[in-house]
């Protein structure tokens, strides 16, 4: 079965640090997605993707993130100068998303971003 | 997007049906279910979607009545590999983007 791949699993910066994590979503997918996870919180949504361009960014997604597809796979989260309170479990997501039809979102397994 | 509720936590044993139910009294017509299951320090991991009715997989049931003002998910037979965190979303499929919004969602302890 096709996955949502994650680098690194667990990355460690000092604050004020730039960062960049990296998913490559399933192939045939068309729009991708960005959450993060707070120890012990629920799971936010911070952006979604399309057409190489945001179609939707939370309050969260403010100017220290950005998103990008640099090739036909990756997709990529910077944050450009974390803070403490970016610590968190970044997951990536993909969907097919046919017009009207109903389908999933895929999950991959999350980058653990300590900030210290 | 609707709203939905879910009781915090539920304790089962091995083996045994588990049912989960989610409110969601303000459902809209374009509206679908789906449930996610989420293990600590994993990505939420699609378990079943539907939109009326009954849908069955080869994992759980989900049960909607007619009014879909609640749905039920049903775990048979669970094991100690079900302990997870399970999430109840609406989602609208004309919303394009198509984020999902998590609650808290229902953490499931399964013990032998």
């Known amino acids: 079965e096709p996955e949502v791949t994650q680098t690194p699993s667990h990355q460690v910066t000092q604050m004020g640090q730039e960062v960049i994590l990296r998913c490559v979503p399933i192939?045939?997918?068309?729009?991708f997605y960005w959450y993060r996870q707070i120890l012990g919180q629920k799971v936010e949504f911070l952006v979604s993707?399309?057409?190489?361009?945001?179609?939707?960014k939370s309050e969260i997604f403010d100017d220290q993130f950005s998103v990008e597809r640099p090739d036909g796979s990756n997709f990529t989260l910077k944050i450009r100068s974390t803070k403490l309170e970016d610590s968190a479990m970044y997951f990536c997501?993909?969907?097919?998303?046919?017009?009207?039809?109903?389908?999933?979102?895929?999950f991959g397994p999350g980058t653990r971003l300590t900030v210290l | 997007l609707a709203k939905t509720t879910q009781p915090i936590s539920m304790d089962s044993y091995e083996g045994q049906e588990v049912n989960i139910t989610c409110s969601h009294n303000?459902?809209?017509?374009?509206?679908?279910i789906t449930w996610y299951q989420q293990f600590p320090s994993q990505g939420p991991r699609f378990i079943i979607q539907?939109?009326?009715t009954k849908v069955t997989n080869e994992v759980a049931s989900l049960f909607i009545p007619a009014d879909r003002k609640s749905s039920t998910l049903s775990l048979p037979r669970v094991s100690l590999s079900d302990t997870a965190v399970y999430y109840c979303?609406?989602?609208?499929?004309?919303?394009?983007?198509?984020?999902?919004?998590f609650g808290q969602g229902t953490e499931l302890s399964v013990k032998p």
């Open positions: 539907g939109y009326k």
């Open positions: 979303l609406v989602e609208d499929l004309r919303n394009q983007g198509g984020k999902l919004i």
């Open positions: 303000n459902i809209a017509t374009n509206d679908y």
């Open positions: 993707f399309y057409n190489n361009e945001i179609s939707e």
């Open positions: 997501a993909s969907r097919l998303r046919l017009a009207g039809s109903a389908d999933t979102q895929y």
């Open positions: 192939s045939n997918h068309l729009y």
